[in-house]
């Protein structure tokens, strides 16, 4: 299993530009999340979906999208780049009730950094 | 998301050495977690509590859920340079984290 594969790894974005962050699980888990890591700031929720075709805000989502068309794939969508979103995006999964495994644990990616010039 | 406040912001160990940290919420929850984050990576769990007074250990790592389930802590004994990274304190409130600032542990030259 490779987990959480998440790409790319690094981008630099003009502002007014568009992108799709990339988000794949192999663990055929239900709950998938999407979060921003700011110096300092911990984790902040962006988005997330507890199945195939819900998804949900989190804290802070604004001027971001996603979808979620499949099980495996939750893609984030940041439609006009601007300095603030400046950051490491993280994505996750989590197995989702009435599994054997807790809901809690949650399994991140590798990462993406994105600088917005 | 839930106001989570984690202490210290940053500490620098010594091999050997026997750190904590801590972190308190301004409301009662039912989960407490612990992450940790090495550079360049994603946060990967530690420790889950699920009950009020609850300790548990993960070789030589040590959480706590506090009495009041307002609080929790994490001790690392016996400190080894990969202990080095950033530690995340988190409540789960349903499927959803909030996670504190965290706790950047660096060794001291």
């Known amino acids: 299993n490779a987990g959480v594969t998440q790409t790319p790894k690094f981008r630099i974005l003009k502002i007014g530009q568009s992108m799709t962050l990339q988000c794949t699980q192999d663990m055929n888990h239900n709950y998938m999340y999407w979060y921003r890591q700011d110096p300092g700031m911990g984790l902040k929720l962006i988005y997330y979906?507890?199945?195939?075709?819900?998804?949900d805000k989190g804290e802070v989502p604004n001027g971001y999208n996603v979808s979620r068309s499949t099980t495996e794939d939750f893609p984030l969508r940041l439609e006009l780049a601007a300095p603030s979103q400046t950051s490491v995006y993280f994505c996750?999964?989590?197995?989702?009730?009435?599994?054997?495994?807790?809901?809690?644990?949650?399994?991140f990616g590798p990462g993406t950094r994105l600088t917005v010039l | 998301g839930q106001q989570l406040n984690q202490s210290p912001q940053s500490m620098f160990i010594q091999e050997g050495e026997d750190v904590s940290m801590n972190c308190t919420s301004s409301?009662?929850?039912?989960?407490w977690l612990w992450y940790k984050q090495d550079p360049g990576e994603g946060p990967v769990l530690l420790i889950a509590l699920y009950k009020a007074g609850e300790l548990t250990s993960n070789g030589r790592l040590t959480a706590q859920f506090g009495i009041t389930r307002k609080d929790s802590f994490l001790n690392i004994s016996a400190s080894i340079p990969s202990d080095v990274g950033i530690y995340f304190c988190a409540l789960s409130n349903d499927y959803k984290l909030s996670f504190g600032a965290g706790t950047t542990v660096t060794v001291r030259a």
């Open positions: 996750a999964s989590s197995p989702g009730r009435g599994r054997a495994a807790s809901t809690d644990t949650q399994y």
């Open positions: 979906s507890v199945g195939a075709g819900i998804t």
């Open positions: 409301s009662i929850f039912n989960t």
